[in-house]
């Protein structure tokens, strides 16, 4: 199975722009980036998905180069809401279960 | 609301009891979707049915665990002879496929959250 490998944690400011890194050295072909947002006790939330170079969305960034071997979420202007854990997914359409294999996550702090 | 319910939200049992919990999806996703979940790690996958069909099982989906969704509605998990490891958060997401991209965007419900004494 593929594997991602995110920072445990990460502090940050209201306003202040963050960078979440997920490493996945052994991505597929045909393998997506996901990324998910879960606050205590809800249920993880979409929040963008891509398969190379830049998405955009009204809540984040993802950055992925060339070679595909890591991605880069990007939340611009934290707020004190944004404090959650962030998950990285890899997968597609050949083996589904790589798609849902959330990890441990990035535990995001916002401090004001 | 058109969210992802799930019932109940909690549920308290004993060691050796049985417990079904219920989940019912967005009504157009086609794809619906099993987790456990335990303090502090990530979601663990468990099952995924497209329409009626089972089509993935997790080997953390041992013989005591059954999972169902008859007509491709709503879904149920059923944990027989449930131990005190079973103790956890069960979320259940679904989710459609517009793209083409396997388990595209997955909507999440908010969870039942199950204690075994």
């Known amino acids: 199975l593929a594997k991602t490998t995110q920072p445990i944690s990460m502090d940050s400011y209201e306003g202040q722009e963050v960078n979440i890194t997920c490493s996945h050295n052994?991505?597929?072909?045909?393998?997506?980036i996901t990324w998910y947002q879960q606050f205590p006790s809800q249920g993880p939330r979409f929040i963008i998905q891509?398969?190379?170079t830049k998405v955009t969305n009204e809540v984040a960034s993802l950055f992925i180069p060339a070679d595909r071997k890591s991605s880069t979420l990007s939340l611009p202007r934290v707020s004190l809401s944004d404090t959650a854990v962030y998950y990285c997914?890899?997968?597609?359409?050949?083996?589904?279960?790589?798609?849902?294999?959330f990890g441990s996550g990035t535990r995001l702090q916002v401090q004001p | 609301d058109t969210g992802v319910s799930q019932n109940p939200r909690h549920k308290i049992t004993k060691r050796g009891q049985n417990v079904t919990f219920r989940c019912d999806p967005i009504?157009?996703?086609?794809?619906l979707y099993w987790y456990r979940q335990t303090l502090g790690q990530g979601p663990e996958f468990l099952t995924y049915?497209?329409?009626?069909?089972?089509?993935?099982k997790s080997r953390l989906l041992s013989d005591r665990f059954s999972a169902e969704r008859p007509k491709g509605s709503f879904s149920t998990l059923e944990i027989q002879r449930t131990e005190q490891g079973d103790s956890a958060m069960y979320l259940c997401?679904?989710?459609?496929?517009?793209?083409?991209?396997?388990?595209?965007?997955?909507?999440f419900g908010p969870g039942t959250r199950l204690t075994v004494t």
């Open positions: 997401a679904s989710s459609s496929d517009p793209l083409g991209v396997l388990h595209y965007e997955q909507y």
């Open positions: 052994n991505i597929a072909t045909n393998d997506y």
């Open positions: 891509g398969y190379k």
């Open positions: 997914l890899v997968g597609g359409m050949d083996t589904g279960r790589r798609a849902l294999t």
């Open positions: 009504s157009e996703h086609n794809r």
């Open positions: 049915f497209q329409n009626e069909a089972q089509l993935e």
